[in-house]
């Protein structure tokens, strides 16, 4: 099981967008898949349409004896669950704090799900909080959508700066270029800078694309909505590229 | 053996209808628990895929390959777990074509090295019936198939994961429809019906229900009966070559009964027997040369990756050699198998089994089975400790090819009258001696190997093509199968202590029950 946390201390850098649809390609593939909202706001969880249980409140979650495959919930995509979210959300920080080694609860609660999921997908809220630093202890990888603009990388900088202060052990930092609008000079410099998977990038561009707000509109992943569309296929190359970065745990 | 009747499917169960009900009227009927949307007909081909001898289907699972509209899709269905889809692109007939994911890793250690291959299909024309939430996410499914060809109609219902009060709705409220009923056989059962198969029909296994008190005539025709059954049901696939294991199965079933007649002439008509003994040995030479070569071709990508790179690297001139002698060696195999001669034997041997003349006019024969069979595997077992204690620190491998046959006679005695012995008591024998054997076997294939090695070193070195890197890595590789063979004596003189001990001998004494004896 491979944890990928997508993770941006900024908002509307498209994290939601790339955490659904990058967990539904994995589950396309024939993996089984998992998300987990951990935005209050839910946007995976409305983007897929699941609600949470009545009883995944945010207490129960964090308790050690409560079992997270008790709250997951099928998608209607094929092989991908989710732990859905809502605005109850919002005090899984204040639960987290109430119990032991709370930066490690969250890996604590993902480690029963090692051979139930190859991949288990984080939607993180854009924030630093103590729910950040326990996504940081339980993610192999950190997916970090960036728009090339001076505010976006700063908080890459921070980013990196964040997981030093409090990460124990390594967490791959995965930065890529996300909604990139290249009618922007500033956007273009940034493809230019960051072309070729320099500076740690990823090779693949994620455009600003219509296509996004379609398939967020019809409730379904990009590939559902505009299989060929330049969007989609910038996903499906992004999660080649996650997928060649991680260490395949599908074979 | 796992029953097949009903849908064993983890999350789905399978309803019957009686009488034709359109999906409309379903989408009608389930409209209490939430909208229903129907979707569109699609033409499916659905092809239940197994090993020969239903591996996949004994680890409880069912693995489905569906074609519709030119595309191929996999359907794996694990026992405990929640069933996984995978798009396929061509033909999917190893574990290794299998799509990365956890279909394979699921798969591969249950199918090791059989093949996958058809066991049942059906031709279908399905919709799909989903039950809607308020935010029209699918909380319960519904596929209506009707079969091409007949108007029964199958309701296959699937409870989601976190949706399990709404799945048991639907599925109540659809069992309380008039004319739906639980659907009786499985899908597979039916499919593989009309190719003449039922699930869990074959097994190499001797699994032969003998009383204690059958007399031991009647008990060693029904175990010579089930061989020629095993020997039968394996030819084709050994001739088409399917996979390594019908030769494998094949090869066993003469063994076996080898050593049956050679083990029970007390009980046979050794006399009788004597035109079959010769067939059997010639059949056993026939097929041995493509066995060996198979391990050989098995072991070596394993051999590969133990040694270092360049070694392995090298050593492809070697592979593609053993490629061409097993292909060579098969088509010889193939046309003994298709032979007149074979067809005739398998054809008088039948007769012969159901004749009079299989047992000897003996008072042995009459006897209950329990006391001959525990006085023939006594007597085994005291030969086989006798050779190996016979035996210096250094045997020849010749000597310990001799007791691996020893092993093997026992171990089939035992497995032919385990269940007239008691289970429990011929178990835990059967289980060491198998550890015996496996150490035998490997210590033998590798001499076979080392062999092998030399044959092929010299036909390569006349050949020009040969670089010295190739002989050097052979040279290597046959080091390295020293080792190895040295390892397997070692094991082999632990699992000997073992099984030569006190205990043992004491199991192995009470096997016919006090006062029970046949001599």
Redesign the interface.
């Known amino acids: 099981m491979r944890v990928i946390a997508v993770w941006s201390i900024k908002g509307g850098v498209g994290k939601t967008t790339a955490a659904v649809n990058l967990a539904a390609l994995a589950a ?5 898949a998992l998300l987990w909202d951990l935005d209050p706001q839910g946007g995976a969880s409305f983007l ?4 949470p ?1 009545r009883k995944a409140s945010p207490r129960r979650l964090a308790r050690r004896s409560v079992e997270l495959r008790r ?4 998608t ?1 995509v ?2 991908l ?1 989710l732990l859905p979210s809502d605005l109850t959300y919002r005090t899984l920080e204040l639960e987290l704090n109430a119990r032991k080694s709370p930066s490690r609860r969250l890996a604590v609660k993902l480690t029963p799900l090692d051979g ?1 999921y ?1 991949w288990v997908v984080l939607d993180c809220a854009p924030s630093v909080t103590l729910v950040s630093e326990a996504v940081l202890h339980a993610a192999d990888d950190l997916l970090v959508p960036v728009i090339p603009s001076a505010l976006s990388l700063r908080t890459l900088e921070q980013t990196r700066r964040f997981i030093a202060q409090t990460r124990s052990k390594a967490v791959r930092v995965l930065p890529f270029l996300s909604m990139v609008d290249r009618r922007r000079r500033l956007h273009r410099e940034g493809c230019e800078r960051f072309a070729g998977g320099a500076e740690g990038f990823l090779r693949t561009i994620v455009p600003m694309s219509s296509i996004v707000e379609r398939a967020a509109e019809a ?1 379904l992943p990009l590939f559902a909505v505009a299989p060929s569309s330049r969007a989609t296929r910038a996903f499906a190359s992004l999660w080649q590229e996650v997928r060649e970065q991680s260490a ?1 745990p ?2 | 053996m796992t029953s097949d009747t009903g849908d064993r499917e983890t999350n789905r169960r399978v309803l019957a209808l009686e009488a034709p009900l359109p999906p409309e009227r379903l989408a009608a009927a389930l409209q209490p628990e939430g909208e229903v949307a129907v979707g569109r007909a699609v033409q499916l081909q659905r092809t239940y895929l197994d090993s020969f001898d239903w591996r996949v289907w004994g680890s409880g699972g069912r693995l489905v390959l569906e074609e519709s509209g030119g595309r191929q899709s ?1 359907h794996w269905h694990p026992g405990a ?2 069933p ?4 396929v692109a061509g033909t999917v007939r190893f574990a290794s074509d299998l ?7 699921d798969l591969a250690p249950i199918l090791e090295m059989r093949a996958l291959l058809p066991m049942g299909r059906v031709a279908l024309r399905q919709r799909l019936v989903r039950v809607l ?1 308020g ?4 909380v319960a499914l519904v596929w209506w198939e009707e079969r091409s060809g007949c108007t029964a109609i199958r309701l296959r219902t699937e409870v ?4 399990e009060r709404a799945g048991e709705a639907v599925h109540r409220r659809l069992l309380a429809l008039e004319s739906v009923t639980p659907a009786g056989e499985s899908e597979l059962a039916l499919a593989a019906a009309e190719h003449g198969r039922r699930p869990g029909d074959y097994s190499s296994r001797i699994d032969l229900e003998l009383k204690p008190e059958t007399p031991a005539g009647e008990a060693a025709r029904a175990v010579l009966r089930r061989l020629a059954d095993t020997l039968r049901a394996n030819v084709d696939g050994a001739v088409e070559d399917l996979d390594t294991e019908f030769l494998h199965d094949l090869r066993v079933a003469v063994r076996r009964t080898r050593a049956a007649l050679g083990q029970l002439k007390a009980v046979l008509d050794p006399e009788a027997a004597a035109p079959y003994v010769e067939e059997l040995r010639w059949l056993g030479n026939a097929t041995g040369p493509c066995r060996d070569l198979d391990v050989f071709q098995l072991n070596v990508e394993g051999y590969r990756k133990e040694l270092a790179p360049d070694t392995a690297a090298a050593l492809q001139p070697l592979a593609d050699r053993l490629h061409h002698m097993r292909a060579q060696s098969h088509r010889e195999l193939a046309a003994d198998l298709r032979s007149r001669r074979f067809s005739g034997f398998i054809k008088r041997w039948d007769a012969f089994l159901d004749s009079d003349r299989l047992c000897a006019d003996t008072a042995t024969a009459t006897l209950p089975v329990r006391s001959v069979a525990a006085d023939h595997i006594q007597r085994a077992y005291g030969r086989f400790l006798n050779r190996a204690q016979g035996m210096g620190p250094q045997p020849p491998a010749e000597g310990m090819h001799r007791l691996r046959i020893d092993a093997k006679k026992l171990r089939y005695l035992l497995e032919f009258f385990a269940s007239a012995l008691g289970k429990s008591a011929a178990r835990p024998l059967v289980r060491e001696l198998k550890a015996i054997q496996d150490t035998l076997g490997a210590y033998h294939d590798l001499h076979v190997q080392q062999l092998r090695l030399q044959e092929v070193g010299r036909e390569l070195l006349t050949d020009n093509g040969t670089g010295a890197d190739t002989l050097l890595a052979m040279g290597r590789l046959s080091a390295f199968l020293e080792t190895r063979q040295e390892q397997h004596h070692h094991d082999f003189a632990r699992r000997f202590a073992t099984f030569s001990d006190k205990s043992v001998r004491k199991a192995v004494a009470r096997l016919g029950g006090a006062g029970e004896r046949a001599r």
Do not use: C, F, W
């Open positions: 396309r593939e024939g993996a089984r897929l349409r699941v609600s249980r709250m997951v919930r099928a209607d094929p092989n669950d139930h190859d409730r395949s599908t074979d | 996999l777990m929640s996984v889809t995978a798009p799509p990365a994911g956890p279909i394979r890793r939430d935010q029209r996410k699918t989601l994961t976190g949706y």
